[in-house]
């Protein structure tokens, strides 16, 4: 069964430095997709990015990026040039390839951009 | 573009009452998604439609839980018998196709209490 970890509970940042957020995730299918959501204090929940199994290319969405490391079973989340405005939830998602499309999220890990 | 639109935004039960809640995705869109969000459980993935059939409710509690998605312009999400432990963000998001770009995007969720 699919399963998405992130063990950051929470993180403290200053602002215009970078963070790293964690994610692994686990799963027996060959073709899978990871994505990041942000959901803020509000409670929306904003689509970020996305790694497909297959791309050997990290992605890169404006100050987002990510760090896919498969063998590792890893994506990590860099936010580069932090704002203030970053100051969100990130929640780490995968899909299966064969799974149709539900989307497991992880935990959720607390970012706090202070100036 | 109005978003995703979900009715009531809140909602109080007394234990044992039904619960409807309402969504209406973004219009165009072939996919709808039903998510339930508590401190404890995190975010977890309940059922899908694609173009108005159910297509995955192997989140979804076995009992008093059903949805449905009678035309394309909106879904329900229905609770009979509340319980206590139903309290929760329920939450809908929707996507334009199934595929390689299958990005979802989220309403603003209903919060149910149950009392």
């Known amino acids: 069964a699919q399963k998405v970890t992130q063990t950051q509970t929470s993180i403290s940042v200053m602002e215009k430095t970078t963070v790293t957020m964690d994610c692994v995730y686990e799963t027996q299918d060959s073709s899978y997709f990871l994505f990041w959501y942000k959901q803020t204090a509000s409670g929306e929940i904003v689509f970020l990015i996305r790694q497909d199994s297959y791309k050997k290319e990290n992605a890169t969405v404006g100050h987002y990026s990510l760090n896919f490391q498969k063998p590792k079973s890893s994506i990590g989340l860099i936010i580069t040039a932090t704002q203030i405005e970053d100051s969100a939830v990130y929640f780490c998602a995968m899909r299966e390839g064969s799974g149709g499309y539900k989307v497991v999220f992880g935990s959720g890990t607390r970012l706090l951009v202070s100036p | 573009n109005a978003g995703v639109i979900q009715t009531p935004r809140h909602k109080v039960t007394g234990k044992g009452q039904e619960a409807t809640l309402w969504c209406e995705p973004i219009?165009?869109?072939?996919?709808v998604f039903w998510y339930r969000q508590t401190i404890v459980q995190g975010l977890e993935f309940l059922t899908y439609?694609?173009?108005?059939?159910?297509?995955?409710d192997s989140g979804m509690p076995k009992e008093r839980f059903s949805a449905q998605m009678p035309n394309q312009s909106h879904s329900t999400l229905k609770i009979q018998s509340t319980q206590p432990q139903d309290s929760a963000v329920y939450l809908c998001a929707s996507s334009p196709r199934l595929g390689s770009q299958d990005t979802q995007y989220f309403g603003p969720g209903t919060r149910l209490l149950v009392l």
């Open positions: 439609f694609r173009n108005q059939a159910p297509i995955d």
């Open positions: 219009s165009g869109h072939s996919a």
